[in-house]
């Protein structure tokens, strides 16, 4: 009796073992299974993602090739902009060097063409109100009094005529020359073209004999050449330079050295 329960419980362990690896077959199965085709979609996923990453990369390459190609074509517009603008630059260079050139020769045969004139201020309008009928005697008998070593005679005169106040600016003599006595209710100034250079240059020279006066001289300028004395008289004012004056139609400066210096133009003022 103790036999057979001895062997039934060894058939019962067997079939127990037997069981286990059945079970643990079983498992290994499933488990192959499952990570055979999880395996299998990871690979699909990853070969699903490589291709929509090499498309991706393959679009992008293309668009960044097509941007590199547009940034060449842009490069070299600009690389042609910039030659064309510094030919342009160096053609407005040369333009405004030849409009310098001509509006200084310009200016140089406008003065040369006042050479023999002479502005006159502080002659007094009649006081009847009546017009001027003979101005170069009047010329004459207001300088002469005030100027005794010349003999200025009426025939060394070609024409004097007073200027309005809208037409001083035009002449360029828009205001008093700086020696001149100041006084706002002044009369219009007259111009006075000389017939001989040399009676006119004799005037202009004697004209400190005026000082004090209210009747003074100065040389008729161009515009350009007013302005131009206009601004070193503000030289004056200020104190950067002793004094200021114009002589054969030049703009002279006496430095605080002493220095008698040429202004041809306003740049020649900076160094002031």
């Not at 036999?3 to 059945?22: G, P, Q």
């Not at 055979?36 to 990369?57: A, E, P, R």
């Not at 050449?225 to 054969?248: F, G, M």
Request: charge should be positive; include cysteine; aromatic fraction near 4%.
């Amino acid at each position: 009796m103790s036999k057979n329960k001895s062997k039934t419980s060894v058939d019962n362990t067997e079939a127990t073992d037997t069981d286990i690896e059945k079970f643990e077959s079983m498992l290994l199965r499933v488990t192959k299974s499952i990570t055979d085709s999880f395996n299998h979609c990871i690979d699909k996923l990853i070969g699903s993602l490589d291709q929509k990453l090499t498309t991706k990369i393959d679009y992008q390459n293309t668009e960044l090739f097509n941007a590199n190609k547009r940034i060449d074509v842009l490069e070299k517009q600009i690389t042609d902009c910039q030659k064309e603008n510094s030919n342009l630059r160096d053609s407005v260079k040369s333009l405004l060097v030849r409009f310098d050139t001509l509006t200084t020769a310009l200016d140089d045969m406008d003065q040369y063409s006042r050479s023999d004139n002479l502005i006159v201020y502080g002659i007094p309008i009649p006081a009847d109100g009546s017009n001027e009928t003979d101005v170069r005697q009047l010329v004459v008998d207001s300088l002469g009094p005030n100027m005794r070593n010349i003999d200025l005679k009426k025939e060394h005169i070609n024409v004097a005529h007073r200027l309005s106040a809208s037409r001083q600016a035009s002449h360029g003599q828009a205001t008093p020359s700086p020696s001149s006595t100041v006084n706002l209710n002044r009369p219009p100034p007259i111009i006075v073209r000389f017939t001989q250079r040399e009676i006119r240059n004799s005037i202009l020279a004697n004209r400190r004999q005026l000082k004090g006066k209210p009747i003074s001289i100065s040389e008729q300028l161009t515009n350009r050449r007013s302005q131009l004395l206009r601004k070193t008289n503000e030289l004056v004012a200020q104190h950067k330079v002793i004094s200021t004056w114009s002589h054969d139609g030049r703009i002279l400066i006496k430095d605080k050295s002493n220095r008698i210096i040429t202004i041809n133009n306003e740049t020649d003022l900076n160094q002031f």
